[in-house]
């Protein structure tokens, strides 16, 4: 049984910086993509960003391009997600997902996910 298991959330200030991080265990696969979404409340799940595990490709929403950066640690089959200049927009339950599939911010190729951590950016 694959599991992820996601730390790092919490309540920050406007312009603060959180970094997750996501840890994936009982699996086999060279090959995979870990991707994070997130959802607040009354809104529709949106993809934040993605990495692959061959050879480090990323991807980005438009709307966190030049404040999030994701990143990987395949010795320790960990991916995470620093997060900079963080808004109020940015409020919402935030997962982690893997699948075996080529990058992308559709979550439904993503088989696997992890609990969600709540990110809060308030004043």
């Known amino acids: 049984q694959v599991q992820l298991v996601e730390s790092g959330g919490g309540l920050v200030q406007p312009g603060g910086s959180l970094r997750l991080s996501c840890t994936a265990s009982?699996?086999?696969?060279?090959?995979?993509?870990i991707g994070w979404f997130r959802q607040a409340p009354g809104k529709e799940r949106e993809g934040v960003s993605c990495i692959s595990s061959r050879d480090g490709s990323t991807y980005y929403a438009d709307s966190v391009k030049g404040r999030f950066t994701i990143s990987r640690d395949n010795a320790k089959n960990t991916v995470y997600l620093q997060m900079n200049s963080l808004k109020p927009e940015d409020t919402a339950v935030y997962y982690c997902?893997?699948?075996?599939?080529?990058?992308?911010?559709?979550?439904?190729?993503?088989?696997?996910w992890g609990q969600g951590t709540q990110v809060t950016v308030s004043s």
């Open positions: 997902a893997m699948g075996r599939t080529w990058l992308t911010l559709e979550a439904l190729p993503y088989n696997y």
């Open positions: 009982g699996f086999t696969w060279d090959t995979y993509a």
